[in-house]
C-alpha cells in the first residue's frame, strides 16, 4: 500500500532563509508524488507534482521538490522563504483508485 | 485551469438539522468528485468518493445515511450532512479528478454546528 510520511509536524525558518520539509514514501510501484500548500481556512493549491518523468521537479512560487528512489524521498525546497509562504504543506500519494493519500502536514512559520 | 467552486464557504447550523454543500465543475466535466474533512490541526481524510450517476463509495467508519452524497450531473457533487451535531463541526473539501494525475480542490467549506 501506498503512504507518505512527512517528518516534520512544524518547521520555523527566518525571511530569506532557505526551506525544506521532508517527506518519505512508501509504495509498492513508481509512486506519483505531489506537494500541496493549504493556506488557514482556505482549500489546496499543487505546488509540484512528480509522475516518473524528471526527477528534479519545480513548481510554483520558487518551490521544487527532488524524487529520490534509492532514499524514498520527495523532499520540497525554496532557497528563500517568504512571509507569504507560511502555511500548511501536505506531501501527496496516488494510491489505488486514484484517492490521494495525504501525509500529516508540516506547519512553515515565517519570522522577519 | 480546471476551477472547483464550493459554497458555502462557511455556514452556521442547528444541532439537528441538515445542511448541504455544493462543488460545481466550472469549465470540466467531474467524472469523479472526493470528499475530505478536516479536523483543526490535521490532515485531510477521505470519506467518500462519487462517480457520476452512481452510488458513491464510503471509506470505512463514514456514516452514509449521516452524509449523503449526490452525483447526478457530471458539474455538480452535494455532500448533505444529516441531523448534524456538534462532532460534525469540520472543514469539508471536496476535488475533482481532471485527469490521469490532475486533481482540483474546492475552497472548502467550515461547518459549525451549535
Known amino acids: 500500500a501506498q503512504s507518505v510520511t512527512q517528518l516534520d509536524s512544524h518547521v520555523s525558518v527566518s525571511e530569506g532563509t532557505p526551506v525544506l520539509l521532508r517527506c518519505n514514501y512508501s509504495s509498492s510501484y513508481s509512486p506519483s508524488l505531489f506537494w500541496y500548500v493549504q493556506h488557514p481556512n482556505k482549500g489546496l493549491q499543487l505546488l509540484l507534482k512528480?509522475?516518473?518523468?524528471?526527477?528534479l521537479v519545480k513548481g510554483i512560487n520558487g518551490f521544487e521538490a527532488e524524487f529520490k528512489k534509492s532514499e524514498t524521498s520527495f523532499h520540497l525546497t525554496k532557497p528563500s522563504a517568504h512571509m507569504s509562504d507560511a502555511a500548511e504543506y501536505f506531501c501527496v500519494v496516488i494510491g489505488g483508485y486514484n484517492k490521494l493519500i495525504f501525509g500529516a502536514g508540516t506547519r512553515l512559520a515565517v519570522h522577519p | 485551469g480546471a476551477v472547483v467552486s464550493q459554497h458555502p464557504s462557511r455556514v452556521i447550523c442547528k444541532s439537528g438539522t441538515s445542511v448541504k454543500i455544493e462543488c460545481r465543475s466550472l469549465?470540466?466535466?467531474?467524472?469523479?468528485m472526493f470528499w475530505y474533512r478536516q479536523f483543526p490541526k490535521q490532515s485531510l481524510m477521505l470519506m467518500a468518493t462519487s462517480n457520476e450517476g452512481s452510488k458513491a463509495t464510503y471509506e470505512q467508519g463514514v456514516e452514509k445515511d449521516k452524509f449523503l452524497i449526490n452525483h447526478a450531473s457530471l458539474t455538480l457533487s452535494t455532500l448533505t450532512v444529516t441531523s448534524a451535531h456538534p462532532e460534525d463541526s469540520s472543514f469539508y473539501i471536496c476535488?475533482?479528478?481532471?485527469?490521469?494525475?490532475?486533481?482540483?480542490f474546492g475552497s472548502g467549506t467550515r461547518l459549525t454546528v451549535v
Open positions: 476535488s475533482a479528478k481532471t485527469g490521469i494525475y490532475g486533481y482540483t
Open positions: 512528480y509522475t516518473s518523468a524528471a526527477t
Open positions: 469549465d470540466f466535466q467531474a467524472t469523479t
